[in-house]
């Protein structure tokens, strides 16, 4: 099973790549006006009115099927219309359910035809100004809300730019970090407690965020995001209490360290609750620092690692299905989801693999202290 995630990972990635494309819109009146074939296609969003919305979920692949030919007619063109039927979100703030559909628009090389650019301008414009066009010649056109036009999809690369810059800086700096921590004390578990431990905790605020902000983008995703972050906390702070009490119990050396370094065990202890791995930064010897050697024992660290990868297929399983599935249905892309879908792989992947590549990562580390 391990095996596909990596592959999983690619995929998302080829994914964002291809959203991420810089395009600009031409200025253009009506297809059909001149040369401007500007080639590649374009999306746009369609936002359905009330009743259109309820239309819509009554039968979705025929209203879509239905609305396209409409579209097509409308613009004078065939064959490059495209809404898929599953593809769908909610707008927010609305006092009534309305759904925004995707309308994909094929691009063309045959001279004296509009691009596809021209054609969602064209179609913005003629929703917006209904009265004036033609575009409400059909039933399921009708159902268009004329209010919101036909805004091109937003390019994630325009509106991620400065957090990707972000991320990248923010990941730099913890990679100095580590190799300072290495250089300094390469017996210690450092990658896991300077990279691996805050990508958990990033990776758990961004659960948080993603639910406040798209929670409601369709109605199944905050419900289940909400359920699969609750879940797990439950799970780790039942087995973060009987793994410490355990320690407390069988290890004078965990206990003596314990009241020594009381505030840092709380934290750690708190931490935990959110995610086991918290229990491994206070036995991990960072960069040397001996409040963070609680020297549990050998058979107490391989209960906490066994619990993590056990809680793994509990929480980040079925939040990366989820955020998959997200992905998959909504229509608008968004920066958020796709920071905390990639954050989700490359968590899940550390919580199972981490363990077994331990022992070339502390080569690595010790081959650090030559430079």
């Known amino acids: 099973m391990i ?63 239905d609305m396209s030919n409409e579209i097509s007619m409308t613009l004078s063109i065939k064959g490059r219309i495209f809404i898929p039927y599953d593809r769908y979100q909610y707008k927010k703030n609305t ?23 021209t054609l969602r301008n064209y179609l913005n414009n003629s929703i917006t100004y209904r009265d004036l066009s033609y575009i409400s010649i059909g039933p399921h056109t009708k159902d268009i809300d004329p209010t919101y036009g036909a805004p091109e999809n937003p390019h994630l690369w ?44 990033i990776d758990f605020m961004l659960d948080i965020v993603v639910l406040g902000v798209h929670g409601r983008d369709l109605k199944w995703f905050y419900i289940c995001g909400l359920v699969f972050l609750l879940i797990p906390i439950f799970f780790n702070i039942m087995t973060s209490l009987y793994l410490i009490s355990n320690q407390l119990k069988s290890s004078r050396a965990t206990e003596q360290w314990w009241y020594n ?3 840092t065990a709380l934290v750690f202890a708190f931490l935990s609750f959110i995610d086991l ?25 391989k209960r906490i690692n066994r619990s993590i990868v056990i809680i793994a297929f509990i929480e980040d399983v079925p939040q990366l299905i989820i955020y998959v599935l ?10 958020i989801p796709i920071l905390v879908l990639f954050s989700a792989c490359i968590v899940l992947l550390f919580k199972i693999c981490y363990r077994g590549i331990t022992k070339e990562l502390d080569i690595f580390q010790k081959h650090l202290m030559t430079f």
């Open 3 to 65: 095996v596909y995630f990596p592959k999983l990972l690619i995929t998302v990635l080829l994914l964002f790549l291809i959203d991420i494309t810089n395009s600009q819109l031409p200025t253009v009146i009506a297809p059909g006006s001149g040369n401007n074939n500007e080639p590649g296609d374009t999306s746009a969003t369609l936002l359905l009115t009330p009743s259109g919305t309820k239309n819509y979920l009554e039968n979705r692949k025929a209203y879509v099927n």
């Open 95 to 117: 006092s009534e359910d309305q759904i925004l559909l995707l309308v994909n628009i094929k691009g063309t090389k045959i001279p004296n035809q509009p691009s596809s650019f």
């Open 158 to 201: 325009d509106i991620s730019r400065n957090t990707l810059i972000g991320v990248v800086s923010g990941l730099s700096f913890l990679l100095i970090i580590w190799f300072v921590a290495a250089n300094k004390f390469p017996e210690g578990e450092n990658f896991s407690t300077i990279i691996f431990f805050p990508l958990i905790l």
């Open 261 to 263: 370094n009381l505030i």
């Open 277 to 301: 791995e918290a229990l491994n930064v206070i036995t991990s010897r960072c960069a040397g620092d001996e409040t963070l050697n609680a020297r549990f024992t050998e058979d107490g660290r």
């Open 326 to 335: 997200y992905q998959r249905y909504t229509v608008i892309p968004a920066i």
